[in-house]
């Protein structure tokens, strides 16, 4: 039989009904396949070469595919296999597919700011969003119900990091020491200087004196001259010193504690900082 003819037959409607069905079983499989090789993402491309299909109809499966809530996907062209026990999330938790597409999108990055902060040890502000830190600003993401937000920072190749293990592979993590300085350089995106200065409190037992001076000549210096004051406030001044010196040798000027705010009464010599505002810490 010439099966061209069915081309304007109701035949044709037969096999285009049925096609995105055996596409989206043979996603499901290809899927499958990944996850248990202990690979939980992959993009369109790489569908569309596994599964001998072309585009449109590996779109078309994988689109059945996440309506099921088997996959999903953070960014165009990239998915995560989303387990059972994520599925209720709609999506891999961001630490565990972060990674991988900023490998896919050829992007340096380290998770920083509230979300390094909690993978640091401190629990008492969660983070509503995951915060990651890249060279250039970047749209939000936003899958099922997690919730991804860049903020950017200039030569973050440079800036200290550490290599902390999820079940996906490793993530990078802004040092203990970069963290702190960037709460207060980014204070609000991290809630503002109360919720910071509740953070660091749980942070600096754990904070290294000279690795923060080290990882201050990385950053603006009004950076260390608010981070020293708001320490004291913490009761870590003992954690200081090299920090104190740096700011001695560096700042040339007084800064305010919180820009724009007023020049207040009260002077910080040893961080040459305008303290116009109170701050609160959480007990």
């Not at 037969?14 to 989206?24: E, L």
């Not at 994520?86 to 972060?98: A, D, N, S, V």
Request: charged share 20%.
């Amino acid at each position: 039989m010439h099966t061209g003819t069915l081309a304007e037959s109701n035949g044709r409607r037969y096999f285009d009904s049925v096609k995105p069905v055996q596409g989206a079983r043979t996603a499901a499989r290809y899927a499958d396949s990944l996850a248990a090789s202990g690979r939980y993402h992959f993009t369109t491309t790489d569908a569309v070469k596994a599964l001998g299909v072309s585009t449109v109809a590996a779109r078309a499966a994988l689109r059945r595919l996440a309506a099921k809530g088997a996959i999903a996907s953070p960014n165009r062209g990239f998915h995560v296999i989303v387990p059972p026990e994520y599925r209720r999330l709609g999506c891999l938790p961001p630490e565990q597919f972060i990674p991988q597409l900023m490998a896919h999108l050829g992007l340096d990055y380290y998770a920083g700011l509230l979300s390094a902060a909690q993978l640091h040890g401190a629990a008492h502000q969660r983070p509503q969003v995951f915060q990651v830190m890249v060279e250039r600003n970047r749209a939000p993401i936003a899958c099922g119900e997690v919730r991804v937000e860049f903020a950017a920072r200039k030569a973050i190749a440079g800036v200290p990091t550490v290599q902390l293990n999820t079940p996906r592979g490793k993530l990078r993590v802004s040092s203990l020491e970069a963290t702190a300085l960037e709460l207060v350089g980014y204070s609000a995106r991290a809630g503002g200087l109360d919720t910071v200065a509740t953070v660091l409190a749980e942070l600096t037992e754990q904070v290294d004196p000279m690795k923060l001076a080290a990882a201050a000549r990385l950053a603006p210096v009004p950076w260390a001259q608010r981070l020293g004051h708001l320490f004291e406030l913490a009761g870590a001044g003992d954690k200081t010193g090299p920090l104190a010196e740096w700011v001695h040798a560096e700042a040339r000027e007084y800064v305010a504690l919180v820009p724009g705010g007023g020049r207040g009464k009260e002077r910080s010599k040893r961080w040459r900082l305008l303290v116009n505002a109170s701050v609160e810490i959480d007990a």
